[in-house]
């Protein structure tokens, strides 16, 4: 049973990862210059994604780096689309795509809130804008400027990593404490 509940602790700690368009890193400082990855997943099992448009903050400069069997479109003002190449290169159900974009030097201000529209192939636009709290249904995507101490290695921002880390440690201790317990009161039956 305690086994049960950890692998469900360890489940539901891991899927806000895979939900929504996500930026990582998740905080810089203003004036860095950072390279952004955009991770977007298909969430609908029917149809593929067939655009992404990114809303950058204006006048900050920008590089798109599209992946492989996709384009970038500039449209200015700070407004991005990708779109595959070819309709075989959109995003299938299930599957996600990385995109990156470098961005800098950041501007002064506590966060950038990095509004999203996801296409469909059958047209249907699910709107990534929402910034007023974590229980927002259809979150954008956030990018802390507070610094907060993070370390930074190369110019980026790697506290996820030790956070995603340290969580899966502390789950593994859980999960491993259970089994030698259950382990020993088998014995001791």
């Known amino acids: 049973m305690r086994l049960a509940a950890a692998l469900i602790l360890l489940l539901v700690l891991a899927a806000p990862a895979s939900a929504h368009v996500d930026v990582s890193p998740k905080v810089a400082r203003p004036g860095d ?8 997943p298909n969430e609908r099992p029917d149809a593929a994604t067939t655009a992404l448009e990114l809303f950058l903050p204006p006048g900050v400069p920008a590089r798109l780096a599209p992946p492989k069997g996709w384009t970038s479109t500039d ?6 689309v990708f779109a595959p190449e070819r309709p075989d290169g959109a995003i299938g159900p299930g599957r996600a795509q990385a995109f990156k974009v470098t961005l800098g030097p950041l501007p002064t201000a506590d966060r950038i809130v990095f509004k999203a529209l996801q296409t469909y192939a059958d047209g249907e636009v699910v709107r990534w804008i929402q910034a007023t709290g974590p229980d927002d249904e259809r979150p954008a995507a956030i990018l802390d400027l ?3 101490g993070a370390p930074k290695v190369d110019g980026q921002t790697r506290w ?3 956070v995603g880390a340290l969580v899966a440690l502390v789950v593994l201790a859980g999960i491993a404490g259970t089994v030698i317990r259950a382990r020993r009161s088998v014995k001791e039956d």
Request: charged letters at 10%; proline letters at 5%; glycine letters at 20%.
């Open 33 to 40: 210059t950072v390279t952004l990855t955009f991770t977007v």
């Open 75 to 80: 449209r200015g003002g700070g407004d991005v």
């Open 160 to 162: 996820p990593l030790y």
């Open 146 to 148: 507070s610094g907060n």
